[in-house]
C-alpha cells in the first residue's frame, strides 16, 4: 500500500465530552486531508428508572433524547463549519454494540473514539465502551486520550511496533493509509522491543545474557531493514530501531522520544522471534500512550 490511499468514510463516536471532542478535532483534520465524510454518531442508553421504587418521568425519555439531538447537531455544525461533510446519527442502546454496528452499516474505514468521557445518567462512553470498540472492530480504531485535548495536528509521524507478524503487517498497511500523501515528507519508525526471558535474569547476570541481547538485535535489525526496503517510496522516510525492554514502556518512551503523532499497532501478536508483542501490550499501550494509537484488529477468518 502506498500513501495514495486514501479514506472515504470516517465514523466518530461521541460523548460531548473534552476527549470526544479532541477526537472529533483529529478526524476533522483527517478528513479534511483525505476528502472523507465524518459519520458523527452518539450512543444514548434510556434509563428504564430512576430507582428501585421511583418511576422515571414519563417524558423523561424524550427530554433525554432532544437534548442529545441538540448536543449532536452542534457537534455537526462544528465539522460543516470547518468543511468537512458529515452526517450525524443518534443511536439508542449499548453504545460498544451501537457504535460498531453503525461502523459496519457505513462500510467506516476508521472510527475516532475517546479512551474516557463521562459518567452518570447520561450513560455516555465510557473507557470500557472506547475498550470494547477498540477489541471488537472490524476497522482501525484511532484512540484518543484526555491529553491529547488541542494537541490536534495534520499526522506526519507515526511509530509502529513490529514483531514481524502478520498483524504488524496490518498495522503498517493502516498507517500507511491514515498518513495524507502530499506536503512534507511523512516520517516511519519501525520499532522492535525484546526484551530477556525471566529466567536471564531471575539469578541475576549470566553470560548468556549478553549472547542473547546482541543475537536478538542482530536478527531484529536485519528483520526491519528489509522491512524497510520493502516500505520504501516517494514522500515516505522509514527509520527502525530494535531496543531491549518491557514493550509497552518502550513503544510509548520512544513515541514521547521521536516525536511520532501517531503509534500504530495490532491488537494480536505472533511470531518466531522472542518476546513478541502481545495483545496485553496493544492494551496498555492504548491506555499510557502520550499520543493517539490506532489500532488494527485482525478480521476473522
Known amino acids: 500500500m ?25 478526524a476533522i483534520d483527517l478528513a479534511k486531508a483525505h476528502g472523507a ?47 468537512v461533510e458529515v452526517q450525524p446519527e443518534l443511536l439508542l442502546g449499548l453504545p460498544s454494540q451501537t457504535i460498531l454496528e453503525a461502523a459496519a452499516a457505513s ?10 468521557g463521562t459518567t452518570g445518567i447520561k450513560h455516555m462512553l465510557l473507557g470500557s465502551t472506547a475498550e470494547r470498540v477498540v477489541q471488537q472492530a472490524s476497522c482501525p480504531v484511532l484512540t484518543i486520550h484526555p491529553g491529547d485535548v488541542e494537541q490536534h495536528r495534520p499526522l506526519r509521524s507515526v511509530l509502529v511496533p513490529t514483531d514481524f507478524s502478520h498483524d504488524a503487517e496490518l498495522a503498517i498497511e493502516a498507517a500507511l493509509r491514515i498518513l495524507p500523501a502530499g506536503g512534507e515528507v511523512a516520517r516511519m519508525t519501525l520499532l522492535h522491543a525484546y526484551h530477556l526471558p525471566f529466567e536471564y535474569t531471575a539469578y541475576g547476570p ?22 524497510r526496503s520493502e516500505l520504501a517510496q516517494d514522500g515516505l522516510e522509514v527509520e527502525i530501531l530494535a531496543q531491549e525492554g518491557y514493550p509497552p514502556d518502550v513503544i510509548v518512551e520512544t513515541a514521547k522520544a521521536t516525536g511520532a503523532d501517531l503509534i500504530a499497532m495490532g491488537i494480536q501478536g ?5 518476546n513478541f508483542l502481545l495483545g496485553s501490550t496493544a492494551e496498555r499501550v ?7 494509537v490506532l489500532t488494527v484488529r485482525r478480521p476473522e477468518d
Open 37 to 83: 465524510r465524518i459519520d458523527l454518531v452518539h450512543a444514548l442508553m434510556m434509563p428504564n428508572q430512576m430507582g428501585a421504587y421511583l418511576p422515571s418521568p414519563e417524558d423523561m425519555n424524550e427530554q433525554l433524547r432532544q437534548a442529545a439531538l441538540g448536543r449532536l447537531d452542534e457537534s455537526a455544525v462544528r465539522v460543516r463549519d470547518a468543511g
Open 2 to 26: 502506498t500513501l495514495d490511499s486514501k479514506l472515504g468514510t470516517i465514523l466518530v463516536a461521541t460523548d460531548f465530552s473534552d476527549t470526544a471532542e479532541a477526537g472529533l478535532d483529529w
Open 206 to 227: 549470566i553470560p548468556t545474557s549478553l549472547n542473547y541481547l546482541e543475537d536478538s538485535e542482530g536478527e531484529a535489525l536485519e528483520k526491519l531493514e528489509a522491512k
Open 270 to 274: 505472533g511470531s518466531a522471534l522472542s
Open 286 to 292: 492504548v491506555q499510557h500512550a502520550g499520543c493517539p
Open 107 to 116: 462500510s467506516a474505514e476508521l472510527i475516532v473514539v475517546g479512551s474516557l
